[in-house]
Protein backbone atom coordinates (compact mmCIF):
# COMPACT_ATOMS: atom_id res chain seq x y z
CA UNK A 1 0.00 0.00 0.00
CA UNK A 2 1.39 3.51 -0.87
CA UNK A 3 0.22 5.93 1.43
CA UNK A 4 -1.22 9.24 1.12
CA UNK A 5 2.07 11.05 2.24
CA UNK A 6 5.47 10.50 3.62
CA UNK A 7 4.62 12.11 6.75
CA UNK A 8 2.24 13.91 8.45
CA UNK A 9 2.90 16.41 11.44
CA UNK A 10 0.08 16.69 14.16
CA UNK A 11 -0.10 20.35 15.07
CA UNK A 12 1.00 23.35 13.51
CA UNK A 13 3.31 24.87 16.86
CA UNK A 14 6.66 25.80 16.48
CA UNK A 15 7.60 21.81 16.61
CA UNK A 16 5.14 21.28 13.78
CA UNK A 17 6.52 23.57 12.02
CA UNK A 18 10.26 23.35 12.31
CA UNK A 19 9.21 19.84 11.36
CA UNK A 20 7.57 20.72 8.21
CA UNK A 21 9.91 22.85 6.56
CA UNK A 22 12.96 20.21 7.53
CA UNK A 23 10.99 17.29 6.23
CA UNK A 24 9.93 19.18 3.10
CA UNK A 25 13.50 20.80 2.45
CA UNK A 26 14.13 16.82 2.55
CA UNK A 27 11.56 15.93 -0.16
CA UNK A 28 9.26 14.35 1.29
CA UNK A 29 5.36 14.86 0.89
CA UNK A 30 4.71 16.82 4.06
CA UNK A 31 0.87 17.18 5.35
CA UNK A 32 0.51 19.28 8.27
CA UNK A 33 -2.98 19.14 10.28
CA UNK A 34 -4.08 21.36 12.74
CA UNK A 35 -7.13 22.52 14.21
CA UNK A 36 -6.91 25.99 14.78
CA UNK A 37 -4.33 28.42 13.14
CA UNK A 38 -0.67 27.64 12.75
CA UNK A 39 1.27 28.47 15.51
CA UNK A 40 0.13 27.05 18.30
CA UNK A 41 0.90 29.23 22.10
CA UNK A 42 3.12 31.15 20.43
CA UNK A 43 0.21 32.97 19.22
CA UNK A 44 -0.48 34.65 22.34
CA UNK A 45 3.34 35.67 22.84
CA UNK A 46 3.35 39.45 23.42
CA UNK A 47 7.15 39.73 23.78
CA UNK A 48 9.36 36.98 22.65
CA UNK A 49 13.07 38.18 23.48
CA UNK A 50 14.98 35.33 23.73
CA UNK A 51 14.71 33.44 20.17
CA UNK A 52 18.37 32.99 19.26
CA UNK A 53 18.61 35.42 16.33
CA UNK A 54 16.27 38.38 17.22
CA UNK A 55 18.06 40.63 19.56
CA UNK A 56 14.81 42.94 19.40
CA UNK A 57 11.88 41.15 20.58
CA UNK A 58 9.65 39.70 18.25
CA UNK A 59 5.82 38.89 18.76
CA UNK A 60 4.67 35.41 18.83
CA UNK A 61 2.28 35.95 16.03
CA UNK A 62 5.02 37.02 13.76
CA UNK A 63 7.77 34.76 14.27
CA UNK A 64 4.89 31.71 13.63
CA UNK A 65 4.26 33.64 10.39
CA UNK A 66 7.51 33.02 9.76
CA UNK A 67 7.60 29.80 10.54
CA UNK A 68 4.51 28.67 8.24
CA UNK A 69 5.94 31.04 5.19
CA UNK A 70 9.26 28.84 5.31
CA UNK A 71 7.40 25.24 5.40
CA UNK A 72 5.12 26.78 2.69
CA UNK A 73 8.33 27.72 0.74
CA UNK A 74 10.13 24.50 1.08
CA UNK A 75 6.54 22.82 -0.06
CA UNK A 76 4.79 21.53 2.95
CA UNK A 77 0.44 21.26 2.56
CA UNK A 78 -1.54 22.01 6.00
CA UNK A 79 -5.26 21.00 6.70
CA UNK A 80 -7.17 22.22 8.42
CA UNK A 81 -8.93 19.60 11.22
CA UNK A 82 -8.99 17.45 14.35
CA UNK A 83 -6.91 14.48 14.73
CA UNK A 84 -9.67 11.81 16.32
CA UNK A 85 -7.36 8.49 16.01
CA UNK A 86 -3.78 7.69 14.77
CA UNK A 87 -3.07 4.08 14.50
CA UNK A 88 -0.60 1.77 12.67
CA UNK A 89 -1.30 -1.11 10.31
CA UNK A 90 1.96 -2.86 9.47
CA UNK A 91 4.21 -0.67 8.03
CA UNK A 92 1.33 2.64 7.57
CA UNK A 93 -0.14 4.94 9.87
CA UNK A 94 -3.69 5.92 9.40
CA UNK A 95 -4.69 8.96 10.88
CA UNK A 96 -8.54 9.75 11.45
CA UNK A 97 -9.49 13.22 11.21
CA UNK A 98 -12.64 15.21 11.01
CA UNK A 99 -12.08 15.43 7.12
CA UNK A 100 -11.37 11.83 6.59
CA UNK A 101 -8.90 8.84 7.06
CA UNK A 102 -5.42 10.11 5.66
CA UNK A 103 -2.43 7.34 5.91
CA UNK A 104 1.61 8.04 5.59
CA UNK A 105 4.87 6.01 6.32
CA UNK A 106 5.81 8.47 9.41
CA UNK A 107 3.96 10.46 11.82
CA UNK A 108 5.42 13.03 13.83
CA UNK A 109 3.07 14.57 16.60
CA UNK A 110 3.72 18.33 17.70
CA UNK A 111 0.13 18.83 18.87
CA UNK A 112 1.20 20.71 22.36
CA UNK A 113 -0.90 20.80 25.32
CA UNK A 114 -4.01 22.29 26.51
CA UNK A 115 -4.42 24.97 29.09
CA UNK A 116 -5.14 23.30 32.48
CA UNK A 117 -7.67 24.35 35.02
CA UNK A 118 -8.14 25.15 38.56
CA UNK A 119 -10.74 23.57 38.95
CA UNK A 120 -12.46 25.88 41.32
CA UNK A 121 -15.85 26.78 41.85
CA UNK A 122 -16.74 29.33 39.28
CA UNK A 123 -13.82 28.76 36.90
CA UNK A 124 -16.21 27.24 34.30
CA UNK A 125 -19.40 29.56 35.00
CA UNK A 126 -16.64 32.91 34.43
CA UNK A 127 -14.52 31.63 31.45
CA UNK A 128 -14.93 34.17 28.80
CA UNK A 129 -16.46 36.72 31.04
CA UNK A 130 -13.11 37.57 33.14
CA UNK A 131 -11.78 34.22 33.37
CA UNK A 132 -9.09 33.76 30.70
CA UNK A 133 -6.09 31.98 29.53
CA UNK A 134 -4.44 34.37 27.24
CA UNK A 135 -4.08 38.01 28.47
CA UNK A 136 -2.60 38.75 24.94
CA UNK A 137 -6.29 37.68 23.81
CA UNK A 138 -8.33 39.20 26.62
CA UNK A 139 -6.36 41.60 28.55
CA UNK A 140 -7.04 44.50 26.38
CA UNK A 141 -10.84 44.47 27.61
CA UNK A 142 -9.93 44.93 30.88
CA UNK A 143 -7.62 47.88 30.63
CA UNK A 144 -7.07 49.75 34.06
CA UNK A 145 -9.03 47.36 35.80
CA UNK A 146 -8.04 44.99 38.41
CA UNK A 147 -6.60 41.72 37.54
CA UNK A 148 -5.39 38.18 39.38
CA UNK A 149 -2.43 36.39 37.98
CA UNK A 150 -2.66 32.48 38.76
CA UNK A 151 0.60 30.33 38.56
CA UNK A 152 4.25 31.02 39.11
CA UNK A 153 6.16 29.02 36.16
CA UNK A 154 7.23 31.24 32.56
CA UNK A 155 4.23 31.40 31.37
CA UNK A 156 2.30 33.11 34.50
CA UNK A 157 5.29 35.63 34.52
CA UNK A 158 5.47 36.62 30.95
CA UNK A 159 1.97 37.38 31.17
CA UNK A 160 1.94 39.08 34.39
CA UNK A 161 4.48 41.40 32.32
CA UNK A 162 2.07 41.58 29.80
CA UNK A 163 -0.31 42.61 31.38
CA UNK A 164 1.55 45.13 33.95
CA UNK A 165 0.99 47.74 30.60
CA UNK A 166 -2.24 47.35 30.98
CA UNK A 167 -3.12 48.20 34.50
CA UNK A 168 -1.30 49.38 37.51
CA UNK A 169 -3.46 47.14 39.74
CA UNK A 170 -1.96 43.29 39.22
CA UNK A 171 -2.17 41.02 41.83
CA UNK A 172 -0.05 37.33 40.99
CA UNK A 173 -0.91 34.71 43.60
CA UNK A 174 1.76 31.25 43.59
CA UNK A 175 0.70 28.20 45.93
CA UNK A 176 4.57 28.20 46.65
CA UNK A 177 6.87 30.39 48.25
CA UNK A 178 8.70 31.22 45.06
CA UNK A 179 8.30 31.78 41.66
CA UNK A 180 9.46 28.10 39.41
CA UNK A 181 10.04 30.42 36.27
CA UNK A 182 13.43 31.18 34.92
CA UNK A 183 15.34 33.60 37.32
CA UNK A 184 15.42 36.96 35.52
CA UNK A 185 11.78 36.73 33.94
CA UNK A 186 10.90 35.81 37.93
CA UNK A 187 12.66 39.65 39.06
CA UNK A 188 11.27 41.46 36.64
CA UNK A 189 7.62 40.56 37.86
CA UNK A 190 9.22 40.78 41.48
CA UNK A 191 10.67 44.19 40.61
CA UNK A 192 7.23 45.74 38.83
CA UNK A 193 5.64 48.44 40.82
CA UNK A 194 2.19 47.50 38.62
CA UNK A 195 2.22 44.00 40.40
CA UNK A 196 1.28 42.85 43.81
CA UNK A 197 3.02 39.18 44.76
CA UNK A 198 1.29 37.05 47.24
CA UNK A 199 3.27 33.78 47.53
CA UNK A 200 1.90 31.05 49.72
CA UNK A 201 -1.63 31.94 48.24
CA UNK A 202 -4.02 29.46 46.05
CA UNK A 203 -7.38 31.24 44.76
CA UNK A 204 -10.26 28.79 46.11
CA UNK A 205 -13.60 30.70 44.56
CA UNK A 206 -14.26 32.87 41.86
CA UNK A 207 -17.09 35.15 42.20
CA UNK A 208 -19.23 37.56 40.30
CA UNK A 209 -22.32 39.89 39.77
CA UNK A 210 -24.83 39.95 36.96
CA UNK A 211 -24.45 43.74 35.16
CA UNK A 212 -27.66 44.55 32.84
CA UNK A 213 -28.46 40.59 32.06
CA UNK A 214 -24.04 40.06 32.12
CA UNK A 215 -22.40 37.63 34.20
CA UNK A 216 -18.78 38.88 35.03
CA UNK A 217 -16.07 38.48 37.60
CA UNK A 218 -16.47 40.76 40.26
CA UNK A 219 -14.09 39.32 43.18
CA UNK A 220 -11.88 35.60 44.31
CA UNK A 221 -11.45 34.33 47.38
CA UNK A 222 -8.14 33.51 48.34
CA UNK A 223 -6.30 31.49 51.20
CA UNK A 224 -2.81 31.44 52.54
CA UNK A 225 -1.61 27.59 52.32
CA UNK A 226 0.55 28.64 54.93
CA UNK A 227 -2.29 30.10 57.90
CA UNK A 228 -5.33 28.85 56.57
CA UNK A 229 -6.84 32.44 56.25
CA UNK A 230 -9.27 33.03 53.18
CA UNK A 231 -9.69 36.03 52.12
CA UNK A 232 -12.23 38.13 49.32
CA UNK A 233 -10.10 40.19 47.10
CA UNK A 234 -12.14 42.58 44.72
CA UNK A 235 -11.14 41.45 40.98
CA UNK A 236 -12.43 41.89 37.55
CA UNK A 237 -10.38 39.34 35.58
CA UNK A 238 -8.66 36.40 36.50
CA UNK A 239 -5.95 35.16 33.90
CA UNK A 240 -4.53 31.10 34.76
CA UNK A 241 -1.41 29.90 33.66
CA UNK A 242 -0.57 26.79 35.54
CA UNK A 243 0.30 24.69 33.16
CA UNK A 244 -0.22 22.27 30.51
CA UNK A 245 -1.74 18.86 29.70
CA UNK A 246 -0.62 17.13 26.56
CA UNK A 247 -2.56 16.21 23.71
CA UNK A 248 -1.76 12.82 23.46
CA UNK A 249 -5.26 10.93 23.92
CA UNK A 250 -5.97 10.30 20.44
CA UNK A 251 -2.89 7.96 20.38
CA UNK A 252 -3.31 4.27 20.45
CA UNK A 253 -0.27 2.34 22.65
CA UNK A 254 2.57 4.75 22.43
CA UNK A 255 4.77 4.61 25.99
CA UNK A 256 3.83 7.89 27.69
CA UNK A 257 5.54 9.41 31.44
CA UNK A 258 2.84 9.86 34.43
CA UNK A 259 2.01 12.92 33.26
CA UNK A 260 1.04 11.80 29.60
CA UNK A 261 3.79 13.41 27.69
CA UNK A 262 5.03 10.88 25.62
CA UNK A 263 8.50 9.50 25.98
CA UNK A 264 10.76 9.31 22.96
CA UNK A 265 14.62 8.56 22.49
CA UNK A 266 17.22 10.74 21.55
CA UNK A 267 15.86 10.53 18.01
CA UNK A 268 12.43 11.83 19.00
CA UNK A 269 11.14 8.33 17.44
CA UNK A 270 8.41 7.16 20.96
CA UNK A 271 8.15 3.25 21.41
CA UNK A 272 6.07 2.80 18.22
CA UNK A 273 8.80 2.44 15.04
CA UNK A 274 7.98 5.75 12.29
CA UNK A 275 5.70 7.40 15.47
CA UNK A 276 7.93 10.86 16.48
CA UNK A 277 6.80 13.55 18.63
CA UNK A 278 8.42 16.72 19.23
CA UNK A 279 7.55 20.33 21.49
CA UNK A 280 5.44 20.71 24.37
CA UNK A 281 3.67 16.79 23.35
CA UNK A 282 6.99 15.34 24.57
CA UNK A 283 8.68 14.55 27.66
CA UNK A 284 10.78 17.23 27.39
CA UNK A 285 12.84 18.59 30.10
CA UNK A 286 12.46 22.48 29.17
CA UNK A 287 9.53 24.01 27.25
CA UNK A 288 10.42 27.01 25.12
CA UNK A 289 9.95 27.60 21.19
CA UNK A 290 13.59 27.18 20.61
CA UNK A 291 13.63 23.73 22.03
CA UNK A 292 10.44 22.78 19.90
CA UNK A 293 11.53 24.11 16.91
CA UNK A 294 15.03 21.97 17.80
CA UNK A 295 13.35 19.07 18.62
CA UNK A 296 10.53 19.41 15.35
CA UNK A 297 14.01 19.76 13.20
CA UNK A 298 15.53 16.54 15.01
CA UNK A 299 12.24 14.75 14.14
CA UNK A 300 11.85 15.62 10.37
CA UNK A 301 15.14 14.29 10.18
CA UNK A 302 14.80 11.16 11.56
CA UNK A 303 11.83 10.92 10.00
CA UNK A 304 13.76 11.23 6.60
CA UNK A 305 16.20 8.44 7.85
CA UNK A 306 13.38 6.18 8.76
CA UNK A 307 11.14 6.49 5.80
CA UNK A 308 14.22 5.84 3.71
CA UNK A 309 14.91 2.40 5.20
CA UNK A 310 11.03 1.53 4.88
CA UNK A 311 11.63 2.19 1.75
CA UNK A 312 15.39 0.65 0.75
CA UNK A 313 17.39 3.46 0.18
CA UNK A 314 18.88 4.40 3.37
CA UNK A 315 22.53 5.48 2.35
CA UNK A 316 25.03 3.01 3.64
Known sequence: MTPDHDVIIVGAGPAG????QYAARAAL???V?????????ALIIDTLENYPGFPEPISGFELAQRFETQARNFGASFLNATVKRISKKEKVFEVETTKG???SYAVILASGAAHRKLGIPGEKEYTG???SYCATCDGPFFKGKRMLVVGGGDAACDEAMYLSKLTDKIVHIHRRDRFR???????RVLNNPHIEVRFNTVAVEIRGEEVNGVKKVSSVLLKRVDTGETYEEPIDAVFIFIGSDPQTGFVEGVEKDESGYIITNQEMMSSIPGLFAAGDVRNTPFRQIVVGAGEGAVAAHCAAKYIDELKGEAYE
Do not use: F, H, N, S
Not at 181 to 187: G, S, V
Open 29 to 31: DTL
Open 33 to 41: IEQMAPGGQ
Open 101 to 103: VLT
Open 17 to 20: LAAA
Open 129 to 131: RGV
Open 181 to 187: AQKALAQ
